[in-house]
């Protein structure tokens, strides 16, 4: 069974949105739903973003893509800075486009702030100041993050008791905001944010079973090391801006640092690597475990099983949607 799309009915445009676990097929899922939607895919993992960051990221290489379209991938150097706010504005651009051209937009990734980003929106907070940001690292390396977390209690006492003394990259904004804003974070927040308008996300959750996922991870750590990521990593040391490259310090890349800079070995580093993965997976669970409105499947998204359990929930909701619930183009089954 296939489907096609049928032109636009009312103002809610459908999305897919797959989220899950590393390593739980969602890439494998993606494809074979573009491929009978007329979809294409929208990546929303944060390193995927990134030029020369293939293999520790699990990018699907160009030849495994079976001619489907993917959006937002390789779009950044290695030293780009890119926020949520960055990737809510282009991920924008790209939905407008396949609307456009009557597409399936069909979201993958692992990042989920990046995904509720697009959704539900940010809040309304000013620009990234790069310089007051190294004033206040400077600030926090010398006199401690403690120090940086009872300044923030001072200019917003709300903010500080939701952010963990130990967590430098959201105390940082946080001061930063209050700074720049000459209001409190919070206060911004109460504002409340602009969701995505115009447009129907239908979520699929993928959730393997945790033995058979974990296996998968050790297994996919074990591939990474032995089909390029020491390389990968060396040729990105390499670049003139290195010291600045922050996906080096994603899962596998800062292992990898540690095995060329002599710190530790590539054994340890393949084991300390699928320790980490896993703890990442089930941080990825739980986070979206608390968004609204998933439709939960169980198992692997490369499952042809799964997949037709997918398909024909998509089929059904079409079907069982008054005109207009289920937005344009119109999930319709092609016999």
């Known amino acids: 069974m296939g489907f096609h799309s049928t032109g636009e009915v009312g103002g809610n445009y459908p999305l897919i949105a797959i989220v899950g676990p590393t390593a739980a097929g969602k890439s494998a899922l993606a494809l074979a739903l573009a491929e009978r939607l007329s979809g294409e ?31 937002l991938l390789d779009c950044l150097e290695p030293a780009d800075v890119f926020t949520a706010g960055d990737y809510r504005r282009e991920a924008l651009k790209v939905l407008a486009d396949l609307r456009g051209r009557a597409k399936f937009p069909i979201c993958v990734g692992g990042t989920g702030l990046y995904l509720r980003a697009l959704l539900v929106g ?39 008791a939701r952010i963990q003394p130990r967590d430098s990259q959201k105390l940082i904004r946080a001061v930063e905001v209050c700074i720049l804003a000459k209001q409190p974070l919070s206060a911004l927040h109460a504002r409340g944010r602009a969701g995505l308008e115009g447009y129907r996300a239908i979520k699929l959750g ?3 079973p945790r033995a058979q996922l974990y296996d998968r991870i050790n297994r996919r750590v074990e591939r990474m090391f032995a089909t390029g990521l020491m390389e ?49 997976a089930k941080r990825q669970l739980t986070w979206f475990r608390r968004e609204a409105e998933i439709v939960w499947f169980e198992g692997f998204g490369d499952d042809p099983h ?9 089929r059904w909701t079409a079907v069982t949607a008054g005109e207009g619930a289920i937005a344009s183009p119109a999930v319709t089954p092609v016999r």
């Open 306 to 314: 799964v997949q037709s359990r997918i398909t024909e929930t998509l």
């Open 122 to 160: 940010l809040f309304e907070g000013p620009v990234r100041s790069e310089a007051l940001r190294e004033r206040l690292r400077a600030l926090a390396e010398r006199r401690g993050r403690e120090f940086l977390h009872r300044l923030l209690a001072r200019l917003d006492t709300a903010a500080a």
């Open 232 to 280: 990968e990593t060396q040729s990105l040391l390499y670049h003139p801006d290195a010291a600045r490259i922050k996906p080096l310090g994603a899962l596998g890349y800062r292992q990898a640092c540690l095995v060329l800079q002599g710190k530790a070995s590539r054994d340890d580093a393949v084991i300390a690597t699928q320790a980490a993965t896993r703890h990442y």
């Open 206 to 208: 993928l959730n393997p």
């Open 41 to 71: 895919v929208v990546n929303y993992d944060s390193v995927q973003l990134y030029r020369g960051f293939n293999v520790g990221s699990g990018k699907l290489p160009l030849a495994e893509r079976r001619g489907v379209a993917h959006h």
